[in-house]
């Protein structure tokens, strides 16, 4: 058995953003999303029938592009040339391996072991900022039109 | 991508999240949530390991097909460090400290010049 802990292990984000934005003298700290329920859709077939599409938090455009150019679906041959400048741990890690974040190469081998039906041909990109009106107004439905387009099943959602 | 999550489930879609922001999707609530205890960045398996990224995706799937109520959370049993010796990752993303809390106060009254200036040239996101 591995050594035990007296603290809890898992990286509170939300404590950690305050504390640094706070020292970055941003006094009103950011009001994180909560909701008391929570939508519960089963699955009503197997997943070998099932086609999969994958939202990423990856740009199709480098930092400083328009909001809307950030709100994308693109083919999946397209998947390997995307952004990734947003924050995740640049002193641990890297993102040049886009299996890592965007797992097209690994789902397709799920498919081809018959795990899952198929892949949408396109993924689906979607901004992270600051705006929950903007995610629950204007992306979520312009992602689920696209996925309706594509006749996509069940989806795959990969925050970087 | 939290409430893209919940808005596909909501029109029917099943999904599930993969990703290391535990308490950030936790506190959202979505349906399934397969939590990997690694830095940012890499949510689907450590760089080029073909192996076990392709266990983690195969987790999701897995997720997808038994979870029978929302909020499921299930945790991955990889690790990030070999050992005890790298778990510093976890502390030192977005370090607050002595040595950095003066810099850190100076940088953000920078940023929020520019950022004043921007919006004075109608520039509306933060």
């Not at chain 1, 480098?62 to 998947?79: D, I």
Request: glycine share 8%; with cysteine.
């Amino acid at each position: 058995m591995a050594k035990g802990i007296s603290h809890r292990r898992y990286v509170s984000y939300i404590d950690k953003s305050r504390e640094y934005y706070g020292a970055s003298g941003y006094e009103q700290p950011y009001r994180w999303a909560h909701y008391e329920d929570v939508p519960f859709s089963p699955l009503t077939k197997p997943l070998p029938q099932c086609r999969m599409g994958i939202v990423t938090t990856a740009d199709q455009a480098p930092r400083g592009a328009p909001r809307a150019t950030r709100l994308f679906a693109a083919p999946n041959s397209e998947g390997r040339r995307l952004f990734t400048e947003k924050s995740w741990d640049h002193e641990a890690t890297h993102t040049n391996d886009p299996e890592t974040y965007l797992p097209l190469a690994r789902l397709a081998e799920h498919v081809e072991a018959g795990h899952l039906g198929a892949l949408s041909p396109r993924f689906y990109g979607v901004p992270t900022d600051y705006s929950q009106r903007l995610t629950l107004e204007q992306d979520a439905p312009r992602i689920e039109a696209w996925m309706c387009e594509d006749g996509v099943d069940i989806a795959l959602l990969v925050p970087l | 991508v939290s409430l893209v999550a919940r808005h596909l489930e909501a029109a029917g879609i099943p999904t599930v999240i993969v990703g290391s922001a535990r308490d950030i999707v936790e506190e959202c609530g979505v349906p399934r949530f397969l939590f990997v205890d690694f830095p940012l960045g890499n949510p689907c398996g450590k760089p080029w390991n073909v192996e076990m990224q392709y266990k983690i995706v195969g987790g999701a799937l897995e997720l997808l097909e038994r979870a029978w109520m929302p909020r499921t959370t299930v945790q991955r049993p990889e690790t990030w460090a070999q050992g005890e010796a790298d778990e510093r990752w976890r502390e030192r993303y977005m370090w607050v400290g002595d040595d950095n809390r003066a810099a850190l106060a100076q940088a953000g009254e920078a940023r929020r010049r520019v950022q004043g200036g921007r919006r004075r040239g109608n520039e509306s996101e933060k």
